[in-house]
Nanobody, 120 residues
Framework: QAHVVESGGGLVQAGGSLRLSCRFP???????????MGWYRQAPGKERESVAT???????IYADSVKGRFTVSRDNTRRTIYLQMNSLEPEDTAVYLCNIRPYGSSPGYWGQGTQVTVSS
């Protein structure tokens, strides 16, 4: 099983910031740049939703709820994506997961999830 490593979650007060990181397995290096990838989240009792993603052409797509507050970025040489989260709100509390779908395959590779908790 390929290993995806997430880090950066935690507890923060409303208005604060966090930065999440996700490193994908070495085995997908050759297809990393052309693969859809990004960040998702799942709050208790809710369905998983897309937060910030790259298309296979590298375009970014943000959920309306995070536009202007969150920024997704990537380091192709490190097979890593990041999520900079600013002006956090209690509604952002969730488990955040990263995903990459080599060649657009499904389900691709998922991270183990990292908890983000925003207190009011």
């Amino acid at each position: 099983q390929a290993h995806v490593v997430e880090s950066g979650g935690g507890l923060v007060q409303a208005g604060g910031s966090l930065r999440l990181s996700c490193r994908f397995p070495r085995t997908i290096l050759s297809v990393f740049t052309g693969s859809p990838m990004g960040w998702y989240r799942q709050a208790p009792g809710k369905e998983r939703e897309s937060v910030a993603t790259f298309t296979d052409r590298g375009d970014t797509i943000y959920a309306d709820s995070v536009k202007g507050r969150f920024t997704v970025s990537r380091d192709n040489t490190r097979r890593t994506i990041y999520l900079q989260m600013n002006s956090l709100e209690p509604e952002d509390t969730a488990v955040y997961l990263c995903n990459i779908r080599p060649y657009g395959s499904s389900p691709g590779y998922w991270g183990q999830g990292t908890q983000v908790t925003v207190s009011s």
